[in-house]
C-alpha cells in the first residue's frame, strides 16, 4: 500500500478537476446512436483496469475500500467512488476506451478489445509532428453525459489537422 499513495494522489487530482455532472445526469434516451468526432488525448487519465496489473487493481479496490469507509467521504473521493461503481455496473471497468471530441464535447467511450485495436497505435506526439488528427465514427449508447457504451467502429481515418489534446 506504500506505494499506492502516489496513485491515490493522482486519482484525487483527476476526479478532483472532474466535472461532477458527468457522472450523475442520465440520458433518457438510451438509443443507439452514432458519434462523429476526433480522437483527443488526455495525458493524465484513469483508464479503468484494462491492461493493469492485478495487483495495482487490488490496491486500488483496497483504497476505494478505505474510503467508503470514512463517516464523512469529501466530495472529489465520493466522485471517484460513484464512478468506479458506475464503470462496474455498466460492466465497462476492464473495458478500453478513449476520448472522442465532438464538436465541443469530450466524450469518454468504452469499447471492446477488437474495436480498440482499430485506433491503439495512434500517438500523440506523432499526430501533432505530422499535423494530422483520427476522425472516427462509431455507433454507440450513452450510458450517462459523458460517456458512451461503444458498439463498433465504422471510420477510423488519418487526415491533415491539428490533435487537440490536455494535460
Request: aromatic share 12%; charged share 35%; net charge negative.
Amino acid at each position: 500500500m506504500k506505494n499506492s499513495l502516489p496513485i491515490f494522489v493522482l486519482l484525487i487530482f483527476i476526479f478532483s478537476s472532474c466535472d461532477y455532472k458527468l457522472f450523475s445526469e442520465k440520458y433518457e434516451n438510451e438509443e443507439l446512436k452514432t458519434y462523429t468526432g476526433d480522437l483527443f488525448f488526455k495525458v493524465v487519465d484513469i483508464r479503468g483496469y484494462y491492461n493493469v496489473p492485478d495487483s495495482s487493481i487490488q490496491n486500488f479496490e483496497a483504497m476505494i475500500k478505505k474510503m467508503k469507509s470514512k463517516a464523512i467521504i469529501p466530495d472529489n473521493e465520493k466522485r471517484l467512488i460513484e464512478f468506479v461503481e458506475l464503470l462496474k455496473r455498466e460492466e465497462l471497468i476492464d473495458k478500453p476506451n478513449f476520448y472522442l471530441k465532438l464538436d465541443s464535447k469530450i466524450l469518454r467511450v468504452f469499447l471492446d478489445e477488437k474495436d480498440y485495436q482499430l485506433i491503439q497505435d495512434y500517438n500523440r506526439n506523432d499526430l501533432l509532428s505530422e499535423n494530422k488528427k483520427v476522425e472516427i465514427s462509431l455507433m454507440g449508447t450513452p450510458i450517462e453525459h459523458g460517456i458512451i457504451k461503444g458498439f463498433e467502429i465504422n471510420l477510423v481515418r488519418k487526415v491533415d489537422g491539428i490533435t487537440e489534446w490536455e494535460k
